[in-house]
């Protein structure tokens, strides 16, 4: 099972990407809760994007894509998909948020697409997108268990993500205690190594060398960076 997806606006774009066939074999509105429009997508997105507006954001709405593991796809039931949604809505806090379910086959696999909107009309804020890659990833693992799928190897599936997103917040940042923060927010922690100058560790307690995980940063560049910090160490193993 692999859960991806992350916040963006205009869901007039959103709508015909989702009713396009281009490469998928078939396309199938599943389901639309809440909405003014209950039996029209394109007006149900444009319906739950535009409440960014009423905020400063301009990404209204948080779209993630789950994908079964082959053969998986074909024994989830109809009950199975909204319990998914169920799933992933309770771990990235968008439960009774509007929200839109369009299946997609493509190569003769199924997936599905999830999009909700962000604003709170109770509280009268945006949902935090701060976290959501973690939360996706716990909404996975919940996913496996709950269908019996096969586990996806916990290595394998933060590598790229934890690379992309400190990268990212390297080139963002100035400061050791300005990227230490930024860090912060998104679940990890940088720590001083043991066999590494410098580390970071992910929200499972996993280790990995910062350096390595900075995609065109040298070694020499982060002690520079570090030079006048003081990190506690590390006291998880790293992972290989």
């Not at 281009?22 to 149900?44: C, P, Q, Y």
């Not at 493509?106 to 999009?115: I, P, Q, W």
Request: proline content about 2%; glycine content about 4%.
């Amino acid at each position: 099972m692999t859960t991806r997806g992350g916040i963006r606006g205009n869901g007039a774009q959103l709508a015909n990407y989702l009713l396009k066939k281009a490469d998928n074999d078939n396309v199938f509105v599943f389901d639309i809760r809440g909405t003014v429009h209950s039996h029209d997508l394109r007006k149900s997105l444009l319906e739950m994007s535009l409440t960014s507006e009423l905020t400063k954001s301009d990404k209204g709405l948080y779209h993630v894509q789950i994908c079964p593991p082959i053969g998986a796809d074909k024994r989830m039931t109809r009950e199975d998909w909204l319990r998914a949604a169920e799933i992933l809505e309770e771990e990235t806090g968008f439960t009774n948020q509007k929200r839109i379910m369009v299946m997609h086959m493509k190569n003769d696999r199924l997936h599905m697409h999830v999009a909700y909107e962000r604003y709170n009309h109770e509280k009268g804020i945006m949902i935090s997108n701060s976290f959501s890659r973690l939360a996706q990833d716990r909404a996975r693992q919940r996913m496996e268990v709950e269908f019996e799928q096969e586990r996806t190897p916990e290595r394998n599936i933060n590598r790229p993500l934890i690379k992309e997103e400190l990268t990212k917040l390297w080139h963002e940042t100035h400061t050791a205690q300005e990227f230490v923060i930024a860090v912060s927010k998104k679940g990890y922690a940088i720590s001083a190594g043991t066999q590494r100058p410098y580390m970071v560790i992910d929200e499972t307690g996993r280790s990995f060398d910062l350096v390595k995980q900075l995609d065109k940063v040298k070694t020499k560049d982060v002690r520079e960076r570090f030079k006048d910090t003081r990190l506690v160490k590390e006291k998880k193993r790293s992972a290989r």
